[in-house]
């Protein structure tokens, strides 16, 4: 068996309670992300602050998050992968809370960069862990059923949040937030696993110059942060964009697109998790690239439309999106021996957290608004976000390159990586 594919087996049973809690605290940690964006018109309206500022609030997030994760490579690998998980996620669950008492723009930022920097590194624990329980034979399903808490966040955190939004403040989200935090901390003390992945001969600048110097792992990190760069250009105005230029209000409308976009997400991520275990993985990827090309273009200029039309561009738009995530990002756990997955996947996340934030601020220097208060810049956007798209792909063939393993299925998964020596 390959190193990248050395897993903890556990019974059926632990298995599926394994991953439903990993899935519970990364559904927090994506609604966590996603809130801010529904939320933009309020918080422009309420702080008195412009799309350009608007962004940089939301940047901050994944900013810290990325300081954080490169430390954390460093250290990860020295503790038990449970440990750390519940001491970061209470540092999230308490900045979270702190995020909802904010009375300044200013003050609200600083409790997201905390926010940013504990949730960061705990989301990299949670595909930590993925790769120690699962192996690579099953890894493609079991990202996309933790992954698969993108829609659920969609269909019920944002509708939810939105709704206590409007009826009492943009506060009201996050205390619910905090309060899930609360209740996922306590599971996963009693559900998650005690799995022997300290590494009592740790070096942290040994262990951290061997990752950053594997070829594989260059490669991986290059697909993972042009993974999130086409993405998180266009999501910080989408909501805005379809209460401005469609015209839908954000009591109601607004929420019902989330719904409607994550349901069609949550059935369809098994659907990517299956195809990822038993097709090409970079082939699947680059035909859901594809399809999200299409729909971007057309999401961009999206003008005065009715709720269904807008529902549509929605779903298509999160289905696409969030279906590269499946198999990307087996691609990537696939890329790396289990000594430094740890490590590597706080550094990847952080190379992530970064690229998304730097994506952030890059649309705020595209999207403006006009004197009647329409957005304008954004199909434009949409133009440069189409690239990284495109890049995206590029990135995944010289990874497959490399190490066709990382992209074929079922037992040709377990061909060995290449060494450090031969793979740099």
Known sequence: MSLSGQHHALTPGRERATLLTLGAVQFTHVLDFMIMMPLGAQLMRGFQISPAQFTRLVACYGLAAAVSGFIGGFYMDRFDRKRALLVLYTGFGVATFACGLAPTHHWLMAARLAAGAFGGLAGSMVTAMIGDIIPPIRRGRAMSYVMGAFPVASVLGVPVGLVLAGKYGWHAPFFLLGACAAANL???????????????????????????????????????????????????????????????????????????????????????????????????????????????????????????????????????????????????????????????????????????????????????????????????????????????????????????????????????????????
């Open 186 to 424: 306590l599971l996963a003390s009693f559900a998650l696993p005690h799995l022997p992945t300290a590494l009592h001969d740790h070096n942290p600048r040994r262990q951290m110059r061997e990752i950053l110097s594997h070829g594989l792992h260059l490669r991986a990190f290059a697909l993972g942060a042009t993974l999130v760069m086409a993405g998180s250009m266009l999501i910080p105005f989408i909501a805005p964009s379809f209460i401005i230029n469609v015209g839908l209000d954000e009591k109601f409308q607004l929420p019902f697109t989330y719904a409607a976009g994550g349901l069609a997400t949550m059935l369809s991520m098994p659907v990517f998790g299956w195809l990822s275990d038993h097709t090409d993985r970079f082939k699947l990827l680059a035909w859901l690239s594809a399809a999200a090309i299409v729909v971007v273009l057309f999401l961009v200029r999206l003008g005065p439309s009715s709720l269904g039309v807008a529902s549509l561009m929605m779903a298509s738009f999160m289905v696409t999106m969030s279906g590269r995530f499946t198999p990307a990002m087996t691609m990537i756990t696939n890329a790396v021996e289990a000594r430094y997955r740890g490590g590597f996947m706080s550094v990847n996340a952080a190379l992530q957290q970064a690229a998304s934030g730097c994506a952030n601020v890059i649309a705020g220097f595209f999207v403006t608004s006009d004197s009647a208060g329409h957005l304008v810049g954004y199909p434009l956007l949409g133009y440069v976000s189409v690239g990284f798209f495109v890049l995206t792909v590029v990135c995944a063939a010289q990874l497959r390159a490399a190490a066709p393993h990382v992209s074929t299925p079922g037992k040709k998964d377990a061909v060995p990586l290449p060494p450090i020596e031969a793979a740099a």
